[in-house]
C-alpha cells in the first residue's frame, strides 16, 4: 500500500517554467513532510520541508504548498533552469518513520 | 561538517552469499535509517536505529538486519542474497531532538546480485 502518493511520473518543461509536482497521502499522523531532490549516482538531497500548521513555505526558488483537509501537498520551483533536471521525491514522515512517493524524473529544456 | 559516509560504493555479490555495508552518519547525528532504492519500487525503509535500538523497521523479510554501534556508526546485512536485493542501499542520519526531523541521505551502496 502506498502511503504517498505522487504524480506525474515525469515532468518536461522550458527553461524559465514553473514545474509543479504534487503530492497526497492518507495517514492524518503525518506531521512532517519533506522534498527531495536526487541526481544520478547520488542520494536524495533534502530541498525543502513543511509542518502540517502552516500552508505555505519558501525556500529560495522552491515553494511547498500545503492543504491540510484535503491531505495534499506540492512543490512549486519558480524560474526553473536546466541544473534543476533531477528525480524529486515527496516524503511524509511521523514518529520519524519516512514514507516515500515514486518519484519525479523533471527535464528542464534550455 | 562532514556528510554521511557509506562504504563500499559498489559491490558485486552472487547469490546466496551475504553483505555487510557500512554507514558513518553526519557527527552528533544519533538516528540512522536504512532504506532500499529500486526502479520500480522507489525508496522503501528497511529500519531505523536511535542509540544503538532498532525503533522502526520496514516491511522486509528477516533476512535483512541492522545494528547501531555506541558512536552511531550503523551498519546493514543481507544474508542468502537474492537477485531482487539488487538495489541502491541508502543510510540517513537525523538528528533527534524535539521535534527535529531532517534527514540527510549518505550517496548509497550500489549493490549488485548476478
Known amino acids: 500500500q502506498q502511503q504517498v502518493k505522487q504524480s506525474p511520473q515525469s515532468l518536461i518543461v522550458q527553461k524559465g517554467g514553473i514545474p509543479i509536482i504534487n503530492c497526497a497521502y492518507e495517514n492524518t499522523a503525518f506531521d512532517y513532510f519533506p522534498w527531495y531532490q536526487q541526481f544520478p549516482g547520488k542520494g536524495p538531497a533534502l530541498l525543502i520541508a513543511i509542518r502540517p500548521d502552516v500552508s505555505e513555505k519558501k525556500e529560495g526558488r522552491f515553494t511547498i504548498s500545503f492543504n491540510k483537509s484535503a491531505k495534499q501537498f506540492s512543490l512549486h520551483i519558480m524560474d526553473s533552469q536546466p541544473g534543476d533536471s533531477a528525480t524529486y521525491f515527496c516524503a511524509a514522515s511521523s514518529s520519524h518513520q519516512f514514507y516515500f512517493g515514486t518519484g519525479t524524473s523533471l527535464t528542464v529544456i534550455p | 561538517k562532514a556528510g554521511v559516509t557509506q562504504t563500499p560504493r559498489y559491490l558485486i555479490k552472487t547469490r546466496g552469499q551475504q553483505v555487510t555495508l557500512s554507514c558513518s552518519p553526519i557527527?552528533?547525528?544519533?538516528?540512522v535509517s536504512w532504506y532500499q532504492q529500486t526502479p520500480g519500487q522507489g525508496l522503501q525503509f528497511l529500519f531505523e536505529?536511535?542509540?544503538?535500538?532498532?525503533?522502526n523497521k520496514g516491511n522486509f523479510p528477516g533476512r535483512f538486519s541492522g545494528r547501531q554501534f555506541s558512536n552511531s556508526r550503523s551498519e546493514m546485512n543481507v544474508s542468502t542474497l537474492e537477485l531482487g536485493d539488487s538495489a541502491l542501499y541508502l543510510c540517513?542520519?537525523?538528528?533527534?531532538?524535539?521535534?527535529?526531523?531532517?534527514?540527510?541521505f549518505g550517496p548509497g551502496t550500489r549493490l549488485t546480485v548476478t
Open positions: 557527527s552528533g547525528h544519533r538516528s
Open positions: 536505529y536511535f542509540s544503538e535500538t532498532q525503533r
Open positions: 540517513a542520519s537525523s538528528s533527534r531532538g524535539t521535534g527535529i526531523y531532517e534527514q540527510y
